[in-house]
């Protein structure tokens, strides 16, 4: 059973809908990433939060917004988004602070789909 | 910048045999923090392994273990007895000891498990 959970597991959406994906933890981990791997390629990281800040942006476009509300929360909303943005989209959490390495644990993924 | 190169886009194992995956990577640091995850089909990314730069002790759990060569910037992921469950993609990973939170992979290894 994967302690990082993510909802919805699957989602279609046209180009002019707004959704968002939710990540939730209770391992009391307070760094927070959101990865996008299309198919047959590795993850590619997005964002990273970190003690509910978002400390690192990838440069990714505005149509993908993230949001940690709380410790154990986070979303990513979506809007106006276009049909290559189809892709699992993976939530992870490490904990903080991290002495040594700290290693990701990941959740099954948002497996979205953009017509 | 640092690199993660997995030269073998597939690879095929018989049960209970022994199968090693190719992991090299490229970085000017002395100390950094290396992995290797499993994505099965579930599409859960499942840390399988990890190794610490700075020791050089070979990690190991249960079935799995990695050859760390730290001068030939070497990882490889020897499974041991290897079962259908251990059938997903393979993932290197490289990770720095700075607080860019950045796990690099390498373009991972299909492994099939044949009965």
């Known amino acids: 059973d994967t302690e990082v959970t993510q909802t919805p597991k699957h989602l279609v959406m046209g180009m002019t809908n707004k959704k968002s994906l939710k990540c939730e933890q209770h391992?009391?981990?307070?760094?927070m990433y959101w990865y996008k791997q299309k198919a047959k390629k590795p993850p590619e990281l997005m964002f990273v939060?970190?003690?509910?800040?978002?400390?690192i942006n990838e440069s990714v476009p505005s149509r993908f917004s993230p949001e940690c509300p709380n410790s154990s929360l986070l979303n990513l909303h979506l809007h106006a988004l276009q049909p290559e943005d189809s892709a699992l989209y993976l939530c992870a959490s490490s904990q903080r602070p991290r002495t040594g390495y700290s290693p990701l644990h990941f959740g099954n993924g948002t497996r979205l789909t953009v017509t | 910048a640092q690199t993660v190169t997995q030269s073998q886009p597939e690879m095929s194992v018989q049960e209970a045999e022994t199968v090693t995956l190719s992991c090299t990577y490229d970085t000017s640091e002395n100390n950094y923090y290396l992995f290797w995850y499993k994505q099965p089909p579930s599409r859960q990314m499942i840390l399988v392994i990890r190794?610490?730069?700075?020791?050089?002790q070979n990690a190991t759990e249960n079935r799995f273990s990695v050859n760390f060569q730290k001068a030939a910037k070497s990882f490889s992921l020897k499974i041991s007895d290897s079962q259908l469950g251990d059938t997903a993609m393979y993932f290197c990973a490289f990770m720095s000891p700075d607080n860019t939170d950045k796990l690099i992979f390498g373009t991972g290894t299909r492994l099939q498990v044949f009965p």
């Open positions: 391992m009391g981990h307070r760094a």
């Open positions: 939060y970190s003690y509910e800040k978002l400390s």
């Open positions: 190794q610490e730069a700075y020791k050089q």
